[in-house]
């Protein structure tokens, strides 16, 4: 049974969705990808189930910009995406951290004129009363905070 318990959420990351491509597509000559080049393109897709967030997210950017991709493969992970990205099954919108997999033959490039980003938040149940539980909120609370700071 799912737990009736308040939740207290604080958004801790943010990072800019970003074009996977086979290398040598013919869409890696566009330094920054339109939304309206992916119209038509065989496209790799998060699962709607499994891969909800970022399956929302990136399907209201592009309806937003009437733009009906040709969905070849719905998929959980990051990195069989990639894989498939790789093997020229076709491209995908994936957070920009993906680019730390290295995938050889995959090409990645911003998205023109969209500040479409993934955000990433901490949860905890609001009677919490865990000091290890408070400590870790406190670190990783601090630990992301002065991973987005500008480096002086």
Known sequence: MPS???LEFLLVDREPLI?????????????????AQLDAQPFIMHSPTHGKYF?????????TAGVQPHFTQYIDQTPTILSLVRA???VSILPSSAQRFHYDNVEFRHIAGHAVQAEMSMAWHTDQDNPAVIAFRVMAADWFASKSKPAT
């Open 4 to 6: 009736r318990q308040q």
């Open 19 to 35: 074009v996977a491509l086979p290398a040598g597509y013919e869409l890696c000559a566009f330094e920054r990808i339109e939304l």
């Open 55 to 63: 399956y929302e997210r990136i399907m209201g950017m592009l309806t």
């Open 88 to 90: 020229e099954l076709g």
